[in-house]
């Protein structure tokens, strides 16, 4: 088993070493389905562990010689997110188990974020959300900027909490992240991944006018990119499909 603890959390290596066998009291859970995210408190002080699945044999093998785990790409981004100035959950530790000669399962630990998801804004004033959303523009312009393209930038993994007169944004779920590229096609997958259903394209749109107006980019160029992976991620979600069902199909038949 593989423990890397960050320096500044290295008080809690008793608490840390005993998550695989699970000797802590579980506050709440957020997530019991493929993976599992829970929240635990440790001497007055709050914790998220997220326990990810037993990946494939193939992966298992991967994780284990050629690609870092999910557990280790959370800890490791957390800290380059935040040497750059964008907000996250801080990183306390990751772990890792084999079973055998092969990667298991890995475990991701953060400090807990007492702020809402970017869903819950729909409950502010129309003023606070409007200032909210041109903010939040404003956020996801910087971020690309800064050339950070965060790979699942859907709503439930962004927080937000307001300081001042300034809404602040943290990002979650950061396993899946890419650093230093700058490219008009991963920018505006982003923009789809908040706006996902069709009867949210005209807030799609809205957000893109902004975003260009920001970053001085052409935004007739920058819609048609938009629509372009819209069309796209739908062919790929269609195929998708098509394939579980053949496979559910030949499974049933075996």
Known sequence: MKIRIHPEFIGYEQFIKSIPEEKYTVKEIYCN???????VEVDGRMFV???????TFLNRIVYTWIRKSKARRSF???????????????????IEEKKGLFFNIGYFVSEYLPYPVLPQSKELEKEERELLDRQFVEFTARLHEKKIIHKDYNPNNIF?????????FALVDINRMDFGKDNLMLWM???????????????AVEFVQKYA??????????LIVL????????????????????????HKNK
Request: with cysteine.
């Open 76 to 94: 490791e981004y957390a800290d380059r997110l935040l040497t750059y100035g964008i907000e996250t959950a801080p990183p306390v530790a990751y």
């Open 49 to 55: 562990i997220k326990k990810y699945k037993v990946p």
């Open 160 to 168: 937000y909490h307001k300081v001042g007169e300034v809404y602040h």
């Open 227 to 250: 629509f372009e992976n819209r069309r796209n991620r739908r062919r790929r979600d269609k195929m998708k499909t098509v394939f579980k069902k053949i496979f559910g199909i030949q």
């Open 189 to 203: 997958q982003a923009v789809n991944q908040l706006c996902t259903e069709s009867n949210e394209i005209g807030s």
């Open 213 to 222: 107006e920001i970053r001085n980019l052409d935004v007739i160029k920058c």
């Open 33 to 39: 389905k493929r993976n599992t995210v829970t929240k």
